[in-house]
């Protein structure tokens, strides 16, 4: 098993910055790939970016150039977000990819006000 625990989120205006931050515990060493998904009201949830094991990167087009996605050695996934829009409000939810399946974190919060 491996438990995902975001952190990072809340209230920006339009232009500013913020970074999320996933810590994962529990069997790591089972993981191929992080990244980060969201969710606005009425839509469904959406691939943000992701990161492989080996560091191969991939962005929704929306994001790509804004939000740069890394990953340390061990066990933490950031999304750095900068030039935020009001369109990138929505919950976004760190997953990782193991070998025994998908996990997702609770979520967290990100609001851009216009």
């Known amino acids: 098993q491996v438990q995902l625990v975001e952190s990072g989120g809340g209230l920006v205006q339009a232009g500013g910055s913020l970074r999320l931050s996933c810590v994962a515990s529990g069997n790591i060493f089972s993981i191929n790939a992080m990244g980060w998904y969201r969710q606005a009201p009425g839509k469904q949830r959406e691939l943000v970016a992701s990161?492989?094991?080996?560091?191969?990167t991939n962005y929704a087009p929306s994001v790509k150039g804004r939000f740069p996605i890394s990953r340390d050695a061990r066990n933490t996934v950031y999304l750095q977000m900068n030039s935020l829009k009001p369109e990138d409000t929505a919950v976004y939810y760190c997953?990782?990819?193991?070998?025994?399946?998908?996990?997702w974190g609770q979520g967290t919060q990100v609001t851009v006000s216009s």
């Open positions: 990161i492989t094991s080996g560091g191969n």
């Open positions: 997953n990782a990819v193991g070998v025994w399946g998908d996990y």
